[in-house]
């Protein structure tokens, strides 16, 4: 049976709400879940209740449409928005594009076109995924607010114990200036995420393919530019792009971002299913990491999707486990105490699961994995069911 598409319509004022109710598909597949009246009043309405699609209704050309699209777009860029317009769409249609929507229909319109439309703009969201029949994996965003926490660290140890566990990885470097997944896992930066950039033309799982560096893990990498004046080139849209091909073609795909919440990673955390946030046993890191889960909890974020792993936390600083708790306002999932092996693995190239496989460090990453492991329950992912892809 074919999910129903949840959708929340948006009413502008001066529209004629019963041409627009007259237009809104009574087929089983789509199911209506609010029809509000007032623009300010449907931003609310779209933070309260769950749609996997936006309709905005308008009579004409209107700024205050223009604004809840954008501002939609910036919130879930994976929910599509359609807008119906009751008058002229000229001067309209390319603000309404500019704005992020992803169709627009001027009414009368019968049911079935903007059942047909609304569909089509599911799909299209979905990308490849959805073309083929299977659904987008889960993207996993590594954050840390401080830099030098062991993002990189859990990023390429969460994915190289994914990868042993048989699932098929891909590891994004976003620290498109100084990034280090590279070194971390000793590779060598032939082909990077600028000379994908810098190719040009349509975007799809071969092409992308042949700018992954594979390790020896199995876990493939899209390598951060080898120089910090080549990230200007890497935008927030090609970025979308690529996630959405990698979740096509990938059981998972981690995310290690740079400091701080730069456009990219806010594109990240929207594109993403998933947040692990990595903290360290410092005050500073732990006022940071708090921050952080804010303003994840001010974007919207579901906070059951977002892990949170403390490393060195085994470190003897004066702060103990129940003043972590108090800072930071929830307990860590995984404590990653401190070894001596584990910078000596990032020096090698080799994570400290392949490394020292036996390690307590080691055990924590796998156990941080394991929270991830959604062969057994589909549907964890948060957004989609999980189909596991054959391999070959």
């Known amino acids: ?23 809104l598909p009574s087929d089983a597949t789509i ?32 700024d205050r449409a223009l604004f809840l699209i954008d501002g939609a777009v910036r919130q879930r860029p994976e929910r ?17 594009f500019e704005s992020g929507a992803d169709d627009i229909l001027t009414l009368p319109q019968s049911q ?41 660290l859990t990023a390429c140890n969460l994915a190289v114990s994914l990868a042993k566990l048989g699932s098929k990885v891909a590891v994004v470097d976003l620290d498109l200036q100084f990034g280090d997944v590279g070194l971390a896992l000793g590779l060598v930066p032939e082909k990077t995420v600028y000379d994908l950039a810098k190719s040009g033309g349509s975007l799809d799982s071969d092409k992308l393919d042949a700018y992954l560096t594979t390790h020896s893990s199995g876990v493939h990498v899209l390598m951060a530019p080898t120089r910090p004046d080549h990230a ?47 903290g360290m046993l ?17 974007m919207g974020y579901d906070s059951d999707r977002t892990r949170l792993v403390l490393n060195r936390a085994d470190s003897r600083v004066g702060i103990s486990r129940a003043d972590v708790v108090a800072i930071v306002g929830r307990t860590p999932d995984v404590f990653v105490p401190s070894d001596r092996d584990i910078p000596r693995s990032i020096n090698e ?11 307590e460090a080691a055990r924590a990453f796998r156990s941080l994995a394991g929270m991830y492991d959604f062969r057994g329950d589909p ?6 069911h999980l189909f596991r892809r054959k391999k070959g």
Request: hydrophobic share 45%; glycine share 10%.
């Open 282 to 298: 410092d005050s500073l890191s732990l006022k940071n990491t708090k921050l952080g889960l804010e303003t994840l909890e001010l």
């Open 31 to 62: 199911q209506i879940v609010g029809l509000v009246d007032g623009l300010e009043e449907s931003w609310a309405t779209l933070q309260e209740t769950p749609a996997d699609l936006l309709v905005v209704a308008c009579a004409g050309y209107s």
């Open 232 to 278: 200007g080139v890497v935008s927030t849209e090609f970025l979308r792009e690529v996630y959405a091909t990698l979740r096509a073609s990938h059981d998972y795909v981690i995310v290690d971002t740079p400091p701080g919440f730069t456009p990219e990673v806010i594109a990240s955390i929207d594109s993403s299913s998933h947040i692990c946030m990595v």
């Open 1 to 23: 049976m074919t999910a129903q598409i949840k959708v929340l319509v948006a009413m502008d004022a001066g529209v004629d709400q019963d041409v627009v109710q007259s237009a």
């Open 112 to 152: 079935e076109t903007v059942a047909f439309t609304m569909q089509k703009a599911i799909a299209r969201k979905l990308g490849a995924g959805a073309g083929s029949g299977i659904a987008l994996s889960p993207m996993i965003c590594v954050l840390g607010p401080k830099g030098g926490t062991g993002k990189t």
């Open 349 to 359: 190239g080799a994570p400290i699961v392949l490394a020292k496989d036996k390690s």
């Open 80 to 96: 599509p928005v359609l807008v119906l317009t009751q008058g002229s769409a000229n001067g309209f249609v390319r603000r309404v």
């Open 379 to 384: 549907g964890t992912n948060g957004k989609r």
